[in-house]
């Protein structure tokens, strides 16, 4: 039990961002730009993250964690301690991917400094409305060692994800297993954590230990591959030394024999932005949860403007141009006359001529495309936790992403088609890698 249940304890906030091995399922868009770096909704996807966490009254740091190298969230983070002034924002690395859970305990020096009581995790790679309130709420009324944030998906895909088995009436988390074989449930991890400091840093301790005592994995089931330094050798010295941990599998399925985990399950939207796709329902979620809130940084409605659409303040769109729903127009973005952009990332200065039209699909920086050309995606089915269709038997991206400094001639179409950075479209191409 712990002893201080005052509300206004303190509560520092990690995100893990992890590295340039990881996220390759975001190229070609992560060969320009770290991926938690990457524009949705006119922000950097962290950027949603840490707005979300800036609410939480008490907490007053946030520890970036990740392997990548010092100087990639520099900028971000002199911007961001601008905009949140109440947050100190560093930036941990990991000298390897030490997994979810290793670079906590890594860094749990950092992290503990200054006694905080709770510890928020966020996966950077998650897209939702973060109810961090509701967690700490949570958290408090059951005298919670952990909170885990929960969603309902369909039965077909909830093995993709960590599951959570739990009691409907106490909220009391009975059983998780990470991506199972079988089905077991239909809520699964959000990637979102609320730990009581005092509990996970002993439960990570007892992982460790258990190491030694238990036949270890040869490799850990993520949706991208952990290129790591964990290999199974039975040599239980390894096993002590090495530091990569994953909260999900080494860590969760244990809290869940205490009685203190819960899940707030969350009605509202949550993806996962894993392939570069997914950073298009990403940012329509992000743009029609911003409408909501009536922010002023999107466009105002009109007879050309389909709301929600943000447009930079330095792009030039011609008036005859229609653009939305969904749609996000990055810097210096040129628009020509008659031109169609619909739930579309349109990344800073790309060029996109006079009566074309761009549909699902991302506009790598500086691309151009060409005056009554077509590039274009397939919607995906709403609720749908998959950017992926099967089409003439093969598996394609459904939404069309061009790299970086694409061109595509006039008249050209493009559908379905992911382009790597540099390439010249000059006809037409459906449902192919253009590499
Ligand atoms: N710092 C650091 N170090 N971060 C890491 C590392 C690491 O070694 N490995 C992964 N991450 C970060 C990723 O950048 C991502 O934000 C998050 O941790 C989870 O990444 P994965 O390990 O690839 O897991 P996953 O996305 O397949 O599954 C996790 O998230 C799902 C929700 O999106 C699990 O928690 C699932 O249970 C969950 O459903």
Known sequence: MRENHNTQASTKAVILVGGPSRGTRFRPLSLDVPKPLFEVAGHPIIHHCLKAVAKVPDVREVILVGYYDESVFRDFIKDASKEFPQLRILYLREYTALGTAGGLYHFRDAILKGKPERLLVLNADVCCSFPLGEMMRLFEEKDAEAVILGTRVSNDTATNFGCIVSDSHTKRVLHYVEKPESHISNLINCGVYLFATECIFPAIRSAIKRRTTRPRLLSYPSSDNLESSFVATGDDEDAEKSEVLRLEQDILSDLADSNRFF?????????????????????????????????????????????????????????????????????????????????????????????????????????????????????????????????????????????KECGVGDEVRVQNCVCLPYKELKRDVSNEVIM
């Open 263 to 403: 899940v707030h399950e969350t009605k509202d939207f949550w993806r996962q932005i894993k392939s570069a796709g997914s950073a298009v329902p990403a940012n329509a979620l992000y743009l029609q949860k911003a409408f909501q809130a009536e922010s002023p940084e999107l466009t105002a409605p009109s007879a050309t403007i389909v709301p929600p659409v943000y447009i930079h303040p330095t792009a030039s769109i011609d008036p005859t141009a229609k653009l939305g729903p969904n749609v996000s127009i990055g810097p210096r973005v040129v628009v020509g006359a008659g031109a169609r952009v619909k739930d579309s990332i349109v990344l800073e200065d790309s060029e996109i001529r006079h009566d074309a039209c761009v549909m699902h699909s991302i506009i790598g920086w500086s691309s151009r495309v060409g005056a009554w050309a077509r590039v274009e995606g397939t919607p995906i089915p709403v609720g749908s936790h998959s950017t992926s269709i099967v089409k003439q038997g093969i598996k394609v991206q459904s939404i069309t992403i061009l790299g």
